[in-house]
């Protein structure tokens, strides 16, 4: 095997590492990605709403969703998180206390960061299988929860990216020059 791969890689050079060695272009297995496919992977949602996906979504569809697929791990609005013991933090917080736990409310500085991470991670036992409108009402069912937007408001690609949340103003973006710049 390391013999076909020296093989390969004095055949192919591309890159010559810091220990001499050359690293090949090809490893002679695997194929590129169809476009397709690489769809199906590109899902991020960048925080002014870039890569929102179709559909819409509200708190009452998301307290129903949230209630069956979410709190379980997450508690909801009656639990006593001074004596819960929960297996993931809690998502809901009084975004006016002064002492609180970091949530959704007081803590996240962008409501499309909230779908992004829903629509990638969640339900913990089964990553990526909601939908988008399901995406979209659990969303709004958190926001508000969490005193940001009414029970009426419809989210979709066109209203989250305007939602502004509370602890937007906590964060500094990061513009410094002169090393690597990762943007």
């Keep these: ?18 220990t001499g060695t ?12 169809t476009l397709k496919e690489i769809s199906l992977l590109d ?15 509200d708190a009452l569809k998301g307290k129903a969703l949230y209630l069956s697929k979410c709190a379980v791990c ?15 933090p809690m998502l809901v917080s009084d975004t006016s206390a002064k002492s609180r736990p970091k949530a959704i409310g007081n803590y996240w500085p962008y409501a499309t960061t909230i779908f992004d991470y829903l629509r990638r991670a969640m339900p913990y036992n089964a ?24 029970q009426s408001d419809i989210l ?14 906590l964060f500094i973006m990061d513009d410094r020059k002169g090393g690597p710049e990762v943007k």
């Design 1 to 18: 095997m390391l013999a076909t791969m020296v093989k390969v890689s004095a055949q192919q050079p591309r890159n010559v590492e810091k």
């Design 22 to 33: 050359k690293t090949p272009a090809k490893y002679g297995f695997g194929r590129t990605a």
């Design 43 to 57: 899902i991020d949602v960048r925080p002014d709403g870039k890569g929102l996906p179709a559909g819409q979504g």
């Design 74 to 88: 997450h508690g909801n609005n009656n639990t006593d998180f001074s004596t819960a013991k929960l297996p993931a």
């Design 127 to 150: 990553p990526g299988t909601l939908t988008n409108d399901e995406v979209y009402s659990i969303t709004a069912y958190l926001l508000h929860a969490n005193k940001i937007i009414k």
């Design 156 to 169: 979709n690609a066109e209203t989250l990216p305007k939602v502004v949340m509370p602890a937007k103003k």
